[in-house]
């Protein structure tokens, strides 16, 4: 597609369920990142996908949180066992490559709430 | 710890009164600052990628300049479509982006 596509737009969901978000990177962009954004506060990043392999993970938040990429494209993120504090815009973003001078590219988010 | 710290927060301009946006940041290894407009339930959309100190780029009404401590973002006679939230962010060796809170702009007609 023309652009980072990320599914749902909307989640809501109670405390305790297990969620998972789809991004579609823009095609032939081997790099994929996952960030979080919280009302009011900067985005977070989670993790960093250079291909299948996740090189840097490190700002996943806890072990509740876990994301994967399978053909160099999809990407999943799932959350178990939801908390409130997780409520928050999860944004995907694509590059070409891990290279510094490619920009990343980032999808409208899906906004999850917990309840 | 890496730290980018944007200012002002917040601001409002009457059309066509020109601003300066500031982003300052405290990282080692910088390779590349980089600047978004983010639109309210939008996702970020990419402005300016900036490498060394002195460099600048333009964009229509925009202009980003880059030190070895901050950058600014500078709005030339803005207008009603350039409000919007602007983010800047540091990209260090590990490829992850450090974002600061970003600044909102209003500008009003």
């Known amino acids: 597609g023309a652009g980072v596509s990320q599914s749902p737009s909307n989640k809501v969901t109670e405390k305790g369920k297990d969620v998972e978000l789809r991004c579609d990177p823009i095609?032939?962009?081997?790099?994929l990142y996952w960030y979080r954004q919280r009302l009011g506060q900067g985005l977070e990043f989670l993790i960093y996908?250079?291909?299948?392999?996740?090189?840097?993970k490190s700002g996943l938040p806890s072990d509740r949180f876990s994301a994967e990429r399978t053909g160099e494209s999809v990407s999943t993120l799932t959350i178990q066992r939801t908390q409130q504090e997780d409520s928050a815009v999860y944004l995907c973003?694509?590059?070409?490559?891990?290279?510094?001078?490619?920009?990343?590219?980032f999808g409208d988010g899906t906004r999850l709430s917990i309840l | 710890e890496d730290q980018v710290t944007q200012s002002p927060e917040a601001l409002r301009l009457q059309e066509g009164e020109s601003s300066s946006l500031n982003c300052s940041y405290t990282?080692?290894?910088?390779?590349?600052l980089f600047w978004y407009r983010q639109d309210p339930g939008k996702g970020p959309e990419f402005l300016f990628t900036?490498?060394?100190a002195g460099e600048e780029k333009e964009k229509e009404r925009l202009k980003a300049t880059l030190t070895k401590k901050e950058s600014f973002l500078h709005i030339t006679a803005p207008k009603p479509e350039d409000s919007a939230t602007y983010l800047c962010?540091?990209?260090?060796?590990?490829?992850?982006?450090?974002f600061g809170k970003g600044n909102q702009v209003v500008v009003i007609p």
């Open positions: 962010a540091v990209r260090k060796g590990n490829n992850r982006l450090a």
């Open positions: 900036l490498y060394s």
């Open positions: 095609s032939g962009h081997t790099a």
């Open positions: 990282v080692s290894g910088l390779r590349g």
């Open positions: 973003a694509s590059s070409k490559g891990p290279d510094s001078n490619q920009p990343q590219h």
């Open positions: 996908f250079q291909g299948n392999s996740a090189p840097d």
